[in-house]
């Protein structure tokens, strides 16, 4: 028995079944079922070019990257792939090729590589790809597409005419129109519109438009335990709040656009928010908030981009908040 | 009766007891030889009183020092000394052991027992004596003196007595098998502590898992002439750690750097309890504890009463062997115990048990995602995985700002880390570092 030898590690020595590549996987299945409405609803066509360019394109920059900077191959962790399928779940369908892989490079790239790879990221890959695509090609990121039943009567054409025919035709999504006649018109013409932005049955990014799909992913990496409430709950709460301040119906800005994908699956990331609680609410507020005041004072129709990624540079002086300390009674 | 509150965080690893929980004490036969190593407590390592060559009673005293904290050493064995050498230490690499060789005879040297009047009668300053004297240690595994821990300094009361009967380790069973078995010894033990500490009440805490040991020593505290209670405890890792067994017994923190006597309680393992009770009754100084002998790698796993210094090959053999070798050997519970070398190291005052286990459970390491799970699992409310950046950066300046002596090494935040990410040991690097450099900032 002398020759037994031992492992010479440090405690604790049980180690609990999660581990990086778990956790990505689970949040690529929490958005499988937004991910089959959006293909459906849009039709393949329109949706899966977009879909699986994008990711491919995240997965060969990543590589690329690894391959010239002489670092290890890091695809196997997963995130790529996440960045890439929320990075397409975020384009109009329809998006031309060309967009989705430089959204991919954009985002792997100057997203996530340049800041020292998986973890050292300040803002969301998806996100900043996302960003620069809107500010390079607004024209091409801001045309929708649906098919002619739901989709919504352009702005020049006035409320007036419904679009005609089965095929997919251009249409503005509900923001636009908002920001254009006002929500009280819209849900004058459309008085449905609530359930239907719920169920996602409206023009909008590929992944964005189901509510409900979103959300049952979202309580399901909740449940696992995989994310935290205290993000996504802020960010509705920072929303509402500003949407009730300006007279409009919070419900409504909950529900539209891009808020509950980009609160429960990119401004929640891990690696872009901050560690104490006290610091997650008011990261998440703050997002929440700049996403409403965009969405009713700025430019753009929809803010939730925008909203994030200032927050997430927040998230480094809101890191030096920490929590209480044990055994100091708090004043 | 638990008028505290759950702490914050904590974990809910695979327990593993029904391994052993079940299995009466067996006492191990009187081994060949013992290994004791002169430093087997927190403190001033001790100096031999015998020397090669010279007879020892079981019980005689033979190693002691001129300091405050420290704990002296008495032969397990009646036999020969066969010298002082450097042997394998389960915590230090080697250190002086003195070596004794069993001679077979029953040559005791029992000291006095107390009678109830006796115990009655001595001032705390002579109980304090009397536990030194003994050379007690803290039985869960830290190993601190526990005289020192009953000598409150002049001008601090204490009110409360804590029993810490949690055993929140995973696998550890021994002190579950000491309650249910040894309750008696137990129970004056507990109450010699009280004296010694001036303590008013005594609280027994066990965890929920163990509702034979909370149903049997709530059976017999009325024994006990001192207000006594038992609180059944959440299972919850990690319990039994000292500021969090009195957060959740009596709601209070301990201070920052402090110690329980700054929120008027001392805490006392349950095992110690009963080692002190034992020599109020039989004159037996700690010489012997009970262990578990535990892990998927063992043949029979036991909880064993064993002398102190026993090899713990000796003792492995007398478990039956390997049904498959280890591939790591634990001393103590799984979450904080430390990974031996060899089988040669002896058993000590402060080894609750050793794990063997046949796979090292290991994980892939990737760069912190900060998915804030340590965050959320530290009883300690620290963020750990900054601790981690300021260690590996050796910025111990801001490591020590943020709190990196608040922790209490529990390892929670090392199990859940989802990248794999050793962070309790970079936290402890950064402790050490901090403690050397205050100390040669104070020269």
């Known amino acids: ?331 | 009766m638990m008028i505290g509150k759950l702490f914050h965080g904590g974990i809910h690893p695979p327990t593993f007891k029904e391994l052993t929980a079940q299995k009466p004490i067996k006492k191990f036969p009187s081994p060949e030889k013992v290994y004791l190593p002169l430093l087997q407590h927190t403190g001033t390592p001790l100096q031999p009183l015998v020397k090669k060559g010279d007879m020892v009673k079981r019980g005689q005293k033979i190693a002691d020092v001129d300091a405050f904290v420290t704990a002296p050493l008495h032969s397990p064995i009646a036999g020969k000394v066969l010298g002082i050498e450097e042997w394998p230490h389960p915590t230090r690499g080697k250190f002086g052991a003195i070596v004794i060789e069993n001679n077979g005879s029953q040559d005791d040297e029992i000291n006095g027992v107390l009678s109830q009047e006796e115990m009655e009668g001595m001032d705390p300053k002579s109980i304090q004596n009397w536990i030194r004297e003994g050379g007690f240690v803290g039985l869960g595994g830290a190993a601190f003196p526990t005289h020192v821990k009953v000598s409150p300094p002049s001008g601090k009361k204490i009110d409360t007595l804590l029993i810490n009967g949690a055993e929140c380790e995973p696998f550890i069973t021994c002190d579950h098998r000491v309650m249910m078995e040894r309750t008696d010894f137990i129970l004056s033990g507990a109450y010699l502590l009280a004296r010694a500490c001036g303590a008013q009440k005594i609280i027994f805490g066990i965890e929920k898992n163990k509702p034979d040991c909370i149903e049997k020593i709530t059976g017999s505290i009325h024994n006990i002439p001192l207000p006594t209670q038992v609180s059944p405890l959440p299972v919850l890792y990690p319990q039994g750690s000292e500021k969090h067994l009195i957060l959740t017994i009596l709601g209070k923190e301990v201070p920052p750097g402090g110690l329980p006597l700054d929120v008027q309680v001392v805490v006392s393992n349950v095992q110690t309890a009963w080692a002190i009770g034992r020599n109020a009754q039989e004159g037996i100084p700690l010489i012997e504890r009970v262990i578990t002998l535990t892990g998927d790698s063992l043949t029979n796993q036991e909880n064993l009463d064993v002398p102190i210094g026993a090899r713990l090959l000796d003792l492995v053999n007398y478990c039956g062997g390997f049904q498959v070798s280890p591939e790591k050997t634990i001393m103590g519970g799984p979450m904080t115990g430390i990974a031996q070398v060899t089988l040669e190291v002896p058993v000590v005052k402060g080894t609750s048990g050793f794990v063997f286990l046949r796979k090292n459970i290991t994980k892939e390491e990737y760069s912190c995602i900060r998915c804030g799970q340590c965050v959320d699992h530290c009883p300690m409310y620290l963020l750990p995985t900054d601790l981690v950046r300021y260690a590996e950066h050796g910025d111990f300046e801001e490591a020590k700002k943020q709190r990196a002596l608040d922790c209490i090494e529990c390892g929670s935040c090392s199990y859940v880390c989802p990248a794999g990410i050793p962070i309790t040991h970079y936290i402890k690097i950064a402790k050490a570092e901090i403690l050397l450099r205050a100390k040669k900032g104070g020269k």
């Open chain 1, 1 to 331: 028995m002398a020759e037994l030898r031992f492992f010479q590690t440090p405690a604790p020595h049980l180690k609990s079944p999660v581990s990086v590549p778990k956790i990505m996987f689970m949040v690529v299945v929490a958005l499988i079922p937004a991910t089959i409405w959006g293909i459906y609803f849009f039709g393949p066509k329109l949706t899966l070019p977009p879909l699986i360019i994008c990711i491919l394109s995240c997965l060969f920059f990543e590589w690329l990257d690894c391959k010239i900077f002489k670092k290890p191959v890091t695809i196997r962790d997963g995130s790529a792939l996440v960045t890439g399928l929320l990075l397409g779940l975020s384009l109009p369908p329809g998006s031309p090729f060309w967009i989705a892989i430089a959204g991919g490079g954009i985002a792997i790239i100057l997203g996530k590589q340049m800041f020292g790879g998986l973890g050292q990221n300040i803002f969301n890959p998806a996100l900043v790809g996302r960003a620069v695509l809107l500010i390079s090609w607004p024209k091409v990121m801001t045309s929708w597409y649906a098919k002619a039943p739901f989709a919504f009567p352009t702005i020049d054409q006035g409320l007036a005419t419904m679009p005609q025919g089965v095929d997919a035709v251009t249409t503005p999504t509900a923001l636009t129109l908002t920001k254009e006649y006002g929500f009280q018109v819209l849900s004058q013409f459309e008085p449905r519109l609530l359930w239907r932005l719920f169920v996602g049955t409206v023009p909008g990014s590929i992944g964005e438009t189901s509510v409900l799909l979103l959300l049952i992913g979202y309580f399901l990496l909740l449940g696992l335990g995989i994310v935290k409430w205290d993000v996504p709950l802020f960010f509705l709460f920072g929303l509402s709040c500003i949407a009730l301040i300006t007279g409009q119906n919070p419900i409504y800005h909950l529900f539209a656009g891009g808020a509950v994908i980009g609160d429960c699956f990119m401004a929640n990331d891990y690696t872009t928010s901050p560690l104490s609680f006290k610091g997650r609410i008011i990261f998440g507020f703050g997002a929440g908030a700049i996403t409403c005041i965009i969405r009713i004072l700025g430019g753009y129709p929809e803010g939730v981009t925008f909203g994030i990624l200032v927050m997430n540079a927040v998230v480094p002086l809101l890191d030096k908040l920490l929590p209480r300390r044990f055994g100091v009674k708090q004043s």
